[in-house]
Structures are given as C-alpha cells and as structure tokens.
C-alpha cells in the first residue's frame, strides 16, 4: 500500500498504452489502478449500464453523465485509499466532477504521435467479456482471432477500423485539450512523449519515486 494517499491520473489518446503504463505503476507504487473501461463492463448488469451499453455496442464513447455516475460511485467508495485513475477525466465536465470529490496530486500524460497511434489501433484486436486487448504486430494471441484464456473469437471494435481510428483520434483531441490545460495551469501535470510504452517508463518511474516510495524497482517492472 503506497505510503501517501496520492490520487492521480493517466491521460492518454487512444492506443497510447495507458492501460500498460497504469499497470506498471500500480504494481511498482501500490496504488489501485482504476479503469474507467472496466467500471463499465462491471456495471453492465445495472440501471446506469444499460444506458452505457447502448453506445458500447454501437462502438460510441459513453456520454458525461454515464461514465461520470459510474466513476463518482466507485470513487466514493475509495475515499481513504490512493489510487490511478485510467480513462478518465476524458473531458472539461469530467474534470470538474472529480474536482468536486477529490484533489489530484498528479496527472501524467502520455503524447504518441498520430502515425502510431493510428497503426496501433488499427491492428488492435479485443475479447469483448473481458477487455483484453491485443495487438496483431507487437502482442498477438497464440492462435490468430482467438482469446488466449478463454478460446473466444476476438473482434475488431468499429472504432478501430482504419477510417474511424483518424476521426476516433480527432475527437479525442478537441475534449482533452481544455482537461490538459486545466492541469497544466495548476502545477500537477507532467508530459511524456514516445512511441514505446516500456522507453517512456523509466521517466514515469522516476517522476513517481520523487512523490511516493516504490515497492518494486525499476527493473523489476
């Protein structure tokens, strides 16, 4: 358990390897690493994730109120603990809702450039049950199309086909940019920019260290 009750938060466009990079820190600082995505496919069976799934399906971000109810729930419940936020604040209105319950310590943001990013999500492949994600160049499943736990068929979510993956990283843009000064105009955000997860890591690492004692080192990650 990290040592300072240190709220913060990874910002990244899609395919930017922020769930990689939230899954290294949580194991190297023990913070929880929450997803936004995975709040969501837990919340399915209920009132507030029906209303997600109708744009789930349709391969559609989640409008603010729903991923807002959602995530203000799970958070209310964490209110004593540290943890890493992933997914979310996406725009200015999630930002000022988390401001009403809680005060950031960090935001890292992660910049790839457009060329990868749209490479990236263009060979990305998922196990919709349980979000798995894989990568048809650099993390391809043992046997093509299929889920490596489960032996599912995996499928290509719409918005990772090639001509929705360019207005997908647009999109994104518009709504982070406003979350991004936000940040930036009070001090907590730090930028990092590469096209590797594991180069940019080392950096992230040290960043971190000078906030909160890590439990693994560097090279243990």
Not at 9 to 35: D, N, W
Not at 141 to 162: A, C, M, N, S
Not at 211 to 217: E, G, T, W
């Amino acid at each position: 358990m990290a040592s300072k009750l240190l709220r913060a938060v990874v910002l990244g466009p899609p395919g930017s390897g922020k769930g990689t990079m939230c899954e290294k820190i949580a194991r190297s600082f023990g913070l929880q690493h929450l997803s936004s995505g995975q709040f969501l496919r837990e919340s399915l069976g209920g009132e507030v994730g029906v209303l997600a799934k109708q744009y789930l399906e349709r391969g559609l971000l989640v409008p603010d109120h729903v991923i807002t109810r959602v995530m203000m729930t799970e958070l209310e419940k964490r209110r004593e603990q540290p943890w890493l936020l992933d997914g979310f604040p996406r725009t200015l209105g999630q930002a000022e809702a988390l401001d009403r319950i809680c005060e950031l310590d960090l935001v890292i943001s992660l910049n790839i450039p457009f060329e990868t990013l749209k490479d990236r999500l263009s060979a990305r492949w998922v196990h919709p049950a349980s979000g798995r994600v894989y990568n048809m160049d650099f993390n391809p499943p043992h046997v093509q199309g299929i889920d490596d736990l489960t032996g599912e068929p995996l499928v290509q979510r719409e918005d990772d086909k090639p001509e929705a993956v360019a207005a997908r990283l647009r999109k994104y843009k518009d709504a982070a940019k406003p979350v991004i000064e936000l940040y930036k105009s009070r001090g907590i955000l730090h930028s990092f920019s590469g096209t590797e997860t594991n180069k940019i890591w080392p950096y992230v690492y040290t960043l971190l260290s000078s906030k909160i004692p890590p439990i693994l080192s560097d090279e243990e990650n």
